[in-house]
């Protein structure tokens, strides 16, 4: 039993190719919408380069807060994925039906089987860095806050037990209780912690009002996308549907990724020709 009998063998380069075309299109739908409302809210007595500029800015600001939560999705999506895909093997090992194990193998079910608890909570915490390598290094999103970034990935735990709750209601075989248990956990401690207060409280629920159409806009896309995706055969449903709603999400981020670079080397090449504009505000 291994990684490969994960993956489509029939989703070949081409189809990835035509998947990788329309999450692409998927994705620059999004940023018209959000750049088509940044229009609309902008102040209407600007004129001129001030006007260019800020429109600029609050089309990059939106921008970012979606990708964050694409990034953020993701990243809590790989520790779903992760717990499915271990929890699998171990059903399957303890039927008899995995096969051969390999001593590797037998030692991560021995791990699993004794210490399931700590294997969860490693894998909460290698999510955690994989959102922050993917944020700071590879896509850096310099336009928003820390702040701001840390309720949009108190949101895409939100965003992840919808996404669960869904899979249940539609019937899929894996068990997905003990997740959500720990998302619900995680979000009642960035809600309530010892020295909170009512305000902040309120502050975090404003906060999280004011960022529910990025998570309402990333709900229609990877529903739209995930749809595609197992109806034109792309995805597998055999090993459980949240093995191919990650994949989904592994083409988001490689089309932000592409976005975000594009946009660097446009502002960059800009600034130095114009010297107007920082080169870092990219998308």
């Not at 869904?166 to 894996?174: A, V």
């Not at 975000?260 to 600034?271: D, K, P």
């Amino acid at each position: 039993m291994n990684i490969k009998a994960y993956i489509n063998p029939d989703f070949t380069w081409d189809k990835k190719l035509i998947f990788f075309i329309i999450t692409a299109a998927a994705i620059g739908i999004s940023l018209g919408l959000i750049y088509i409302v940044s229009m609309l809210v902008l102040d209407r007595d600007l004129s001129g380069r001030a006007k260019v500029a800020a429109l600029r800015d609050a089309f990059v600001d939106k921008s970012q807060r979606l990708f964050e939560m694409l990034i953020a999705g993701t990243s809590v999506m790989s520790f779903s994925c992760s717990y499915v895909i271990l929890n699998h093997v171990y059903s399957l090992v303890q039927s008899g039906a995995a096969g051969h194990l390999n001593h590797y193998e037998k030692m991560m079910i021995k791990m699993w089987s004794e210490g399931k608890d700590f294997v969860l909570l490693l894998l909460i915490l290698l999510s955690c860095i994989f959102n922050t390598v993917l944020d700071s290094l590879i896509i850096p999103l310099r336009k928003i806050t820390k702040e701001e970034k840390a309720t949009i990935r108190m949101m895409a735990m939100f965003y992840v037990i919808i996404i669960l709750m869904y899979l249940n209601i539609i019937g899929d075989e894996s068990q997905y209780s003990p997740v959500m248990m720990y998302y619900f956990g995680l979000m009642i401690g960035r809600f309530i912690y010892f020295d909170a207060s009512f305000k902040d409280f309120l502050v975090a629920l404003k906060n999280m009002f004011f960022n529910s159409p990025y998570l309402l806009l990333t709900i229609v896309l990877t529903f739209l996308l995930a749809t595609l995706g197992f109806k034109m055969g792309f995805l597998l449903e055999r090993n459980y549907y949240i093995v191919g709603i990650f994949y989904t999400h592994l083409f988001m981020l490689a089309v932000i990724f592409i976005i975000h670079t594009v946009w660097f080397i446009r502002n960059l090449l800009f600034h130095k020709h114009y010297n107007t504009e920082d080169p870092s505000s990219s998308i």
